[in-house]
């Protein structure tokens, strides 16, 4: 259960964390991290052996030896300080004695060898390395010939891993093969082994990668913690067919989750993995993967099946509807290639019930998915064209959403798109879209839309000027007019024909400037777009698949404020923005944008969707955007759009990183949107030790969505998601404990949760895999 800390009481702790963070870090310009402010995904930190210590097995290591070719083709070598000798058979070899042969270096004391055999033993402080192995043992004997080597009292290292440990014997099979009984295996330094396997077997296959073990023994810092018959493990990262760690969680809703996954390596090109997971307020539930890679298509397909919710009685009660026994999820996904210019992509998924990702969701990421779209497509390109068939279709998966809510089925979908240079600068060019629409109990219908145009664009680096004209048409052939709901849908065959000019045009100007000693490239970008399109009655138009566009600075040079054909705007718009850079001429990096524009309307914009009202703006929004890089550690974006017509702020967003010291990183954002949302995101990771490492986030909604009659307006805020955690990376050894409280429905449900991690390095972890989910909720995270 995560503690129920006050929510203003988090948000000072979690401030006070993240001012501390700043104040203590260092912000060294030229000390970039690996994953500089700003970057949307950072790569996924790689396994950390910086805080190994020395390997003394080392010290004995001879570097250069080869690592391929045949060793029983290669000659044999021999060298001592004394070597004596009986007869032309028997050697006696004494002080610094060695046996070289390709990567074979055997070193000891004392060595004595028949060569018409080829046997040996070795005696004092012995050392063997070959292309895989190092070794240092009490005594060894073998046979140069058969590539066989028995030592006792040994300790060993791999070369290509960390993997390392003890033995009472090991017998050297053959290059790629040993087996050491009365062993150990840990990645842990040799002086201190946080954890290892301890084993009456253990066989090492190189050539495979594996490692297996036989009546094994868990011990962390040597204290036992299970017992198994039996255990294969990794020896590096090839893939091998067996079990994988198990994940572990709890939830309230779920109760304890154990999910244990096993491997299938079923060939170079397939695998798959299934996964029983043990649910013990739900029941158990089956999933699995199945990956697949050929010459011309690779894909994955998933599934989960839980026959028998053990909670469903009890959650239909609560929401007052029917939550099926038997819940389920597939998700296939393919892209497959015909040739040089054609291919498929295909993205099917599916859920039992609209509660499925609120129930079995592993985070808010899958729990907060209101549509779940499938779709298929046969695509084609060319030097001059784009072509695609297929469809899509959506599922809704938010329980709060009628069923009339749900997108038509757009089955089957062409589209079509050219350019192709005409005469001199002028360019032809078409858009075309023909799709069938379709949806239970709703108006049905097929809609062409076709837009061919003429552009001359001119060009050059100081400035442009990009004139278009074309004509857009677009008619319908419906069925079931008595289901639209709209009476003015009365025609059978509407359709809408309109012509569309546009000229955009800018300027490019540069200076140079200093700046605190660094050369900049300043640049200075005027630019002017009118658009012109003549009014045209819309109103007997269904509308299958249109949506207005949220107002932005890119939407200043759009020719139509609607996505979807069902919908061209009316346009006598002058459309005026500038935007100024700031280059840095030692790299090219871009320090500075800020833009900032408006659209001056000349007409009213009548056309609109059904419900909304024509508008008699003489301007726009003004829409303003700054992205500020003041290093690789710091990033300041700002977005602004005031309305000034209604004189009040339209949309307000701030954001702030900051990476600092080994991993630190702080964010800080403010979302606005009015009549709609306000929220406060603050998120970090701060390393308090070079192994240790606090990382939480607050995303809080100033005002509730979801308001009470006490709060109409919803001015009280409440948290949409709080994490605190801590995390700890020693040589061998990384753990992770996550609490968590979040909403996780849209009916504002709140759900707790507590994971935990342990990662043995090397070897795997077990838990709750909380790296990706940790790299959407802290940007900058690694």
């Known amino acids: 259960m995560l503690p129920s800390l006050p929510v203003a009481a988090g948000r000072r702790h979690l401030a006070l964390a993240i001012l501390l963070a700043l104040a203590f870090s260092p912000a060294h310009a030229d000390d970039a991290p690996s994953c500089p402010a700003g970057t949307l995904k950072c790569p996924k930190k790689p396994v ?64 004595t060898y028949d060569a018409e055999t080829t046997d040996f033993t070795a005696t004092g402080p012995v050392t063997y390395q070959d292309r895989g192995l190092l070794l240092s043992a009490e005594n060894a004997k073998g046979n140069t010939d058969l ?10 290292q791999l070369l290509q891993s960390r993997g390392n440990g003890i033995a009472e014997v090991a017998i050297v099979d053959d290059v790629d093969h040993a087996r050491l009984t009365r ?34 023994t868990f011990r962390v810092h040597n204290v036992p913690v299970f017992w198994l018959p039996y255990l294969r493990f990794p020896l590096d990262d090839r893939r091998v067919s067996g079990f994988l760690y198990p994940t572990i969680g709890y939830g309230e809703r779920r109760g304890f989750d154990l999910t244990l996954p096993y491997y299938f390596n079923i060939a170079p090109n397939y695998d798959a993995t299934l996964s029983p997971r043990i649910m013990t307020e739900r029941g158990l539930m089956l999933g699995g993967e199945f990956r697949y890679l050929t010459d ?80 298929a497509y046969v695509n084609g390109h060319g030097s001059w064209w784009n072509a695609s068939i297929g469809g899509d279709q959506y599922q809704i998966t938010d329980p709060t959403l009628p069923s009339q809510y749900e997108p ?28 069938a629409f379709s949806k239970d109990h709703a108006l049905d219908g097929r809609r062409v839309d076709l837009y061919p145009h003429l552009d001359l664009p001119i060009e050059s680096a100081a400035w442009f000027v990009r004139p278009e004209l074309g004509y857009r048409y677009t008619s319908y052939s419906l069925d079931h007019l008595d289901q639209s709901g709209n009476p003015l849908l009365q025609d059978r065959h509407p359709s809408r ?30 630019r002017a777009y009118y658009l012109r399109v003549p009014y045209r009655d819309q109103d007997d138009l269904p509308v299958f698949d249109t949506q207005e566009v949220p107002f932005s600075f890119s939407q200043l040079f759009r020719s139509n404020r609607f996505v979807g054909a069902d919908r061209q705007m009316d346009a006598n718009n002058l459309s005026l923005a500038l935007t100024t850079r700031f280059l840095e001429n030692a790299t090219g990096v871009e320090r500075l944008s800020a833009s900032i524009g408006e659209i001056r309307y000349f007409d009213d ?98 005002n509730d969505p979801l308001a009470s009659a006490t709060d109409p307006h919803g ?30 429905s849209v009916n504002g449900e709140a759900d707790n949760a507590i994971y935990f991690e342990l990662e043995f390095k090397g070897v795997g972890s077990i838990g709750q895999q909380t790296d990706s989910f940790l790299r959407r909720g802290i940007l900058g995270y690694q």
């Open 715 to 744: 001015r009280d805020g409440r948290t949409l998601e709080r994490f605190i955690g801590i995390e700890h990376d020693t040589c061998c050894v990384a753990w992770r404990v996550i609490a968590r409280h979040w909403i996780r």
């Open 147 to 156: 590539d066989q080597c028995t030592l006792d009292g040994v300790r060993y």
């Open 497 to 526: 024909g309109v012509p569309i000019f546009s000229v955009d045009s800018g300027l490019v100007f540069e200076r140079s400037l200093t700046i605190a000693d660094e050369a900049y490239t300043q640049t200075f970008e005027p």
């Open 48 to 111: 950390d052996w910086g805080m190994c210590g020395k390997n003394d097995l080392l010290d004995f290591y001879v570097a250069g030896l080869p690592t391929t070719g045949d060793r029983r083709a290669a000659p044999r070598d021999a060298s001592a300080l004394k070597v004596s000798s009986s007869d032309q058979n028997h050697y006696v070899l004494e002080g610094k004695a060695e046996i070289r042969q390709l990567d074979l270096f055997l070193h000891a004391e004392k060595i």
């Open 296 to 375: 011309s298509s690779s894909g994955t397909f998933n599934a989960e099946y839980l026959a028998h919710d053990n909670r469903a009685g009890e959650e239909s009660l609560e929401v007052g509807d029917k939550v099926p026994d038997s819940r389920w999820w597939y998700q296939w996904k393919d892209a497959t290639s015909f040739g040089t210019n054609w291919g498929a992509n295909v993205n099917l998924n599916r859920v039992s019930d609209d509660r499925y990702f609120e129930d079995f969701g592993r985070g808010l990421y899958s729990s907060a998915v209101g549509f779940l779209p499938s779709s």
């Open 408 to 435: 038509y089925r757009r089955l089957p979908r062409m589209t079509f798109s050219g350019q192709h240079p005409l005469a001199g600068l002028l360019e032809g060019g078409i858009d075309a879209e023909a799709v």
């Open 605 to 702: 914009q009548r056309v609109q969707l059904p419900g909304a009202h024509p508008t008699d703006f003489g301007g726009s929004t003004y829409a303003g955007e700054i992205d500020l890089h003041l290093n690789d550690r710091w990033r300041i974006v700002l977005d602004q759009q005031w309305n000034p017509n209604t004189h009040q702020t339209d949309l307000s967003t701030f954001s702030l990183q900051n990476r600092f010291g080994d991993g630190g990183v702080v964010n800080f954002s403010y979302r606005y949107r009015r009549d709609f949302l306000e929220q406060v995101d603050v998120s970090t990771a701060i390393p308090l030790t070079p192994s240790w490492r606090l990382i939480a986030r607050e995303n809080y909604a100033l």
């Open 183 to 216: 062993a150990t295996y840990s990645t842990c330094n040799l002086h201190d082994q946080q954890w290892a396997f301890a084993a009456r077997e253990l066989d090492l296959d190189r050539a495979e990668g594996i490692g297996r073990a036989h009546d094994v």
